[in-house]
């Protein structure tokens, strides 16, 4: 089946660690995306990528970084620069050509806890 | 600025319909999507509008009016499994993007 993984599900972090989430799409998407969401708000967009070896950044990305090394996989690091980054993550793709380009798919989603 | 606007909290009851309205202020606008997202979960896609008018989709449907910036989406036959937060968000330029709103969490009562 395809679809969008996410690991871990649960992850706790000292402060002033680095930590990286993983995600992992087998649903030949172009476009991958990260997105923060704190208790009861919307979606806030961290990176996203359009294409390997190529991202940009999105309306947070101070104190986060990726890469976009193969077509399947964008991961995220939560550096120690992060100043508040207990929150839910999830990654999204989406198709960049044909129909539906703007539909996005996301995986389960990695809820982070700085201790 | 870039911005969507939709109701914090809607209440309504089991077996009725439901009606989320969605104003978006965006620069550029390529379509409307409507996401739902259960408690601890992860957003999962229901609707989109390219066009104005009417999208159905078993008991939900979604409307767009881009002359009024407007959309809306219709939940009926309420099933006490769609207490969820229903998001609006809108393809705001050719980057593949979606401009979110904040959501509007659905409480259902028997």
């Known amino acids: 089946d395809g679809g969008i993984t996410q690991s871990p599900k649960y992850l706790f972090r000292k402060e002033g660690q680095n930590v990286t989430l993983s995600c992992e799409q087998n649903l030949n998407h172009d476009a991958m995306y990260w997105y923060r969401q704190d208790p009861g708000q919307g979606l806030r967009l961290i990176y996203y990528?359009?294409?390997?070896?190529?991202?940009q950044k999105g309306d947070i990305a101070e104190g986060y970084s990726v890469s976009r090394e193969k077509k399947e996989s964008f991961p995220l690091t939560v550096t120690s620069a992060q100043k508040n980054p207990t929150a839910f993550y999830l990654c999204?793709?989406?198709?960049?050509?044909?129909?539906?380009?703007?539909?996005?798919?996301f995986g389960p989603g990695t809820r982070l806890t700085v201790l | 600025g870039q911005s969507l606007e939709q109701p914090s909290e809607v209440t309504a009851v089991e077996g009725a319909i439901v009606q989320i309205n969605c104003t978006y202020q965006?620069?550029?606008?390529?379509?409307l999507s409507w996401y739902q997202q259960h408690d601890g979960g992860a957003p999962t896609f229901l609707s989109y509008?390219?066009l104005d008018g009417l999208e159905e989709t078993g008991r939900f449907s979604s409307f767009l009016s881009r002359s009024d910036s407007y959309g809306y989406l219709l939940l009926q036959e309420l099933q006490m499994k769609d207490s969820a937060s229903y998001f609006c968000a809108v393809g705001g330029n050719s980057n593949y993007q979606l401009i979110w709103g904040a959501g509007t969490k659905l409480i259902i009562k028997p």
């Open positions: 509008n390219g």
């Open positions: 965006t620069s550029g606008f390529y379509g």
């Open positions: 999204a793709s989406s198709k960049r050509q044909g129909a539906d380009t703007d539909t996005q798919y």
């Open positions: 990528s359009q294409i390997v070896n190529d991202f």
